[in-house]
Every structure is written in C-alpha cells, then in structure tokens.
C-alpha cells in the first residue's frame, strides 16, 4: 500500500488493528472519556514533531530522534527549524486549543464509560499478555551475546559465551525465541514490534521507552564492557615513537573540496600537501553524527548502527592496550549528565577534552581552539599517542563555523541573524558560507598537519566526515541531512603521512597508493588506525584495512528506506536519492 507522500507503508492493515487495539486497551484502563483525554497528552505533545518529520524528512519519530531532540540545546534548534519554526508554532498551538476545546467535553460526559463486565475480560487478557513481557524484562532471560553480529564473518560471531542478558525490547524477547524455539509465521501478526512503534497512540509511548532504554545503556556502557579487551600490542615491543591523528569531521560532502575537483578552490592549502592520499569512494552507512561516530571508531557495522551502544570498547582502548598514551579533543559538546554514544567513546581515553560551551550557536569555538591542545599533547614526552580531534567543521549554521576572514565567496549568510535553511531564497547564500566553511577546514587542517610535521614521532594523519549534506542542488528543494541522498553517504576522506613514516611502513604507504580509488566506508577507519600504529591483536581483520595488501571488498549498505546496497542502487534526482536496485534490508530498531 502507497502511503502519504508515495511511500510504501509496509503491513497497514496490521498497524491498523494495533490502532483499535490501542485505542480499546486505553477505553478499557481509564474506563472514562476525562481520564482518558489526560492520558492521552503525551500524544497531543509528540503529535506536532511528528507532523514535522513527515512534511519535510518523510520518517517518523523515533528513539534516534528523541536522542537528536535532548542532545539539541534551543538555540540550534532555532537556528536547525528557521522560518519553519512559525510553522511548528501554529501547530502546537493549533494541537494544545484542540486538547483544550476536547477536554470540557470529556470532562462533562458521562455516556461513554466502560461499566459493562466486559471491560474487565479485556484487562484480564492484557495482563495475560504483557504479564510474560514484564517478567522476561525483570529477571532478564538466558541467551547468547546481544550484538551478535548479522554478518558470519564479523568478529563478534566467535563471541557466542552464554550470558546472563537483560532483555530491553520486545524484538530482543523473539529474538531470544527464534534461537531457542522459532515462533509459528503467524506469531508475527501478534509479536510486529516495528508495526506497532508506528501506530498512534501507544506506538509514540513503546518508541520513547526503548529511548529511555538506550539512555540507561549508554549510562551504564562503561561499567558492561569494563572488561572487554581485544588483547592488542605493537608489533615490536620496543618500538620507535610514533604519533598518530583522527580527525572526525563534521558534516562535509566529497564533491565540495577541490582536492577531489570543485571547481571552487576550496582547499588551496590540502591541495599542495605532500603524502597527501584521497580516498574518491568513502562512504558513510548513516548521516546522523550520534550513529556515525561509533562506525568509525569501533567495530561496530552499518547493521548495527541504529542500535544502542555496542558490546565492545572503541579504538581508544585498543591503543591504550598497545601501550599508547591517548587524547580525545573535541569541539563538540558532551551535553552534560546526559551522555551520548560518542561521549561515552571519548572518556575511555586518557586525557578528555569538550572544548565547545556553545553549543552549534554562534557562540560556538572554531575549530582552531583544538590547536592548542593539540600541541601540548604533541609536547607530551609520552613516545607514542594516539589523538583523536572531533571538530564541528561544517555543521550548519555554516557562517558560524569559520571567521569573517573566510567569508570569500559571497553573498552569504555571514552577519545575518537567524537566517533560514530552508528559505529557498536563500539557497545561494547556503551554498556560498557551505564553501566559505570547508575553506576554513582546509586552513584548521593545515595547520593540524604543520604541527605533526614538527614533530619527530613517525607522524601520519587520518581524516573522515561523519557524513555529508544535502544543499538544494540543482532542482532538488533540500538542505542539510537525513534525505538519504548520495550527497550526504558520500564523504571526504584521506591519510596523510610523514617521510619518517613512509621509511617505516613502505609496505603500508604503497598499499595506501594502491587502495585510494577503492570501494570504502567508515567501517575501514578502525581497522586502518590499528594497522597505522602496526597494532596486532588476535581477532584482527586485515582485510579491512585500507593499508594492507590484505584489503578486501565488502557490501556498503546505507540507511536509505531499509538498509540499501549503496554499490547495486540507483540515484534518483537531482537530490540523488539512493534507491536499492533490489530489496534492501529490514532494519531491526
């Protein structure tokens, strides 16, 4: 069945028999229409984002969603909304007169409240129903590892011991079936977690739940994994110094740096860099910061990545175990008590830095507040660091990202209060402070790698976005990320290296060379810094690093509708949607 907005719904009529049910199980619990109309106003709340999200991002809230909306201070939200904010105004106010004017009724109506017998059978029978449910989420259940990986030839598979689990979602309770006693096909109609998150009312209530969830999981990641180990070590015990670099960029897509062919000379400084290697096919599996960095940084796949946190630690901790000193830099935000997947990455390393008070306002640091710290971790007389830079680069509000000494292609956004992202008046004025912005990651990234080029630690660099954008190319009317375009998977990328290390490592640096026109994604990062550092540890896959001759092809999926063969899908558009030339897979949220 074709949905609003041409999209395929996928089982309406089981959605729809979960909005009934929905809808007789509260008729039954709150047996009056006023009690009734209360409980329901964390709908009424969740009603107006969700109108949002399907006018302009065709997508339904989710718990990812919920975490993007806690992990937003006002002012970006503001700056993120622009005129559409009036838009989302009327509708709440428009929704909260709506609740109001229905609430004297209820409130006064007496006609509809259950006292027939038959409300207590329909209880009796939800309670059989969910009684089960709550005791597996009490007591936990018996199963195999949780992140078991979906591919049998990732790592995780070989890391099947029993353990004592603590189920948090219904799909984890059938899955914990399905290995032990596979459910009947028409158990589904019962047992459709993912129909039932996208009917209304309760849905919104099952999808903040499992966001709830994944808040406690990421608070608790550090104590769960506190003993995971990859067992790694350097290859020569005794090694010479050597100080590696991964800077994770923000939001910036391949085709607009001339060092990949822009016609605007956007990276004057990378372009006369030597041993400076591009990457001209790197994609990113998701264009959402809080799930793209733990791909980088761990061995976490795109399968995986919409689900919480992950069983294992991140590259951080590997090189802490090969006896590497290690700094996390950031000049993004931790956001406080809560912690996001990526804070919870940055505090395994030694020295941890959120340098960024601003959140993604205008009083925000540039970039180059990382300058500094970077230097005194360079002037540490550890022998060997591993420093990792997250930088906001070219995060949206673009003019708020570089100085007005890079404000060089013009008119821009620069100086305008408030502007709007999606003003199609001012598409040329987005596109322009988008340049102006990669302009000035070019100089931040030249100076990163003047100051490793001082020192005399067999210095090498990796770069990598996070993801991309959209920016209302030709005829395509959007802007910024989660339109599952090419614009926002494909994405800089590139390793530099220092002559020192190029004497050291020739094998690695020819394999580099060789390596640079292959089919890549943010799945290769962690595996290429530990062959960097000529790391080893026994569960290693060689066949993932872009610097070993070992270096294999693997399937690029991305989360355009399911999860999309990137290498078999066709791009639609001008927005250059990726469309999965066969079935894309069935993300299990």
């Not at 038959?118 to 007591?139: E, K, M």
């Not at 032990?180 to 009917?199: G, Q, T, V």
């Not at 375009?485 to 530099?496: D, G, K, L, S």
């Amino acid at each position: 069945m074709t949905w609003w907005q041409g999209k395929d719904l996928v089982h309406p009529w089981r959605i729809l028999a979960y909005e009934l049910l929905s809808w007789l199980v509260l008729w039954a619990i709150f047996k009056s229409p006023r009690w009734l109309h209360f409980a329901l106003i964390p709908a009424f709340l969740a009603a107006p984002i969700e109108i949002y999200l399907r006018l302009y991002f065709q997508q339904s809230i989710s718990s990812h969603h919920l975490g993007i909306i806690t992990e937003t201070s006002p002012g970006e939200a503001i700056e993120f909304l622009g005129n559409k904010a009036w838009l989302l105004l009327v509708i709440i106010i428009f929704i909260a007169a709506w609740w109001g004017s229905l609430l004297r009724s209820a409130w006064s109506s007496s006609e509809l409240a259950w006292r027939h017998v038959s409300r207590w059978w329909v209880l009796a029978l939800l309670a059989i129903c969910v009684g089960p449910w709550l005791l597996g989420q009490y007591f936990g259940l018996a199963s195999s590892s949780v992140e078991a990986s979906t591919d049998d030839t990732e790592v995780a598979a070989s890391n099947s011991t029993p353990q004592l689990i603590h189920v948090r979602s219904w799909s984890q309770l059938m899955n914990w079936a399905d290995q032990h006693e596979p459910l009947p096909a028409w158990a589904s109609i019962l047992y459709d977690e993912d129909s039932f998150n996208r009917s209304w009312p309760l849905g919104i209530l099952a999808r903040t739940y499992d966001f709830i969830n994944e808040r406690q999981y990421l608070a608790t990641l550090s104590e769960k994994n506190r003993d995971f180990r990859f067992s790694a070590q350097a290859n020569d015990g005794n090694f010479p110094a050597l100080t590696l670099v991964l800077v994770i960029g923000e939001s910036s897509r391949y085709d607009r740096w001339s060092l990949n062919g822009y016609q605007r000379d956007t990276t004057p400084y990378l372009r006369q860099q030597d041993n400076l290697v591009s990457f001209s096919d790197m994609i990113s599996p998701v264009a959402a910061t809080r799930l793209s960095v733990p791909i980088i940084t761990t061995r976490k796949t795109a399968l995986q990545s919409l689900k919480p946190g992950f069983y294992e630690k991140s590259l951080v901790s590997a090189f802490k175990e090969a006896h590497f000193k290690t700094y996390w830099i950031s000049n993004q935000m931790s956001f406080g008590q809560f912690d996001t997947p990526t804070s919870v990455i940055a505090k395994e390393a030694d020295h941890t830095q959120f340098l960024n008070f601003g959140g993604f306002t205008n009083t925000s640091s540039y970039d180059q507040v990382l300058l500094q710290p970077l230097q005194a971790a360079l002037d540490d007389p550890a022998p060997h660091k591993l420093i990792v830079l997250h930088t906001l680069g070219n995060h949206w509000n673009y003019s708020h990202r570089h100085p007005a000494i890079y404000n060089k292609w013009t008119p821009s956004l620069y100086g305008i209060a408030n502007p709007a992202y999606t003003n199609l008046k001012n598409k040329e004025l987005i596109s322009n402070s988008y340049d102006n912005s990669i302009l000035y990651t070019d100089w931040f990234l030249a100076r990163v790698l003047d100051q490793l080029s001082k020192t005399q630690a067999s210095p090498a660099l990796f770069y990598v976005a996070d993801h991309g954008q959209t920016i209302y190319d030709g005829s395509c009317n959007l802007a910024f990320h989660g339109h599952n375009t090419q614009y926002e998977f494909h994405i800089p990328a590139f390793m530099w290296y220092s002559d020192d290390y190029a004497k050291r490592f020739p094998q690695k640096v020819e394999a580099l060379e060789r390596h640079k026109d292959a089919k890549l994604s943010t799945e290769n990062v962690f595996h290429t810094m530990l062959d960097m550092a000529d790391i080893r540890y026994p569960s290693e896959q060689l066949s993932r690093s872009i610097i070993s001759a070992q270096l294999s092809r693997h399937k690029r999926y991305v989360d355009s509708y399911g999860w999309s063969d990137y290498d078999n899908a066709s791009f639609k558009g001008d927005c250059r949607e990726v469309i999965d030339n066969g079935t894309p897979l069935p993300q299990d949220k």
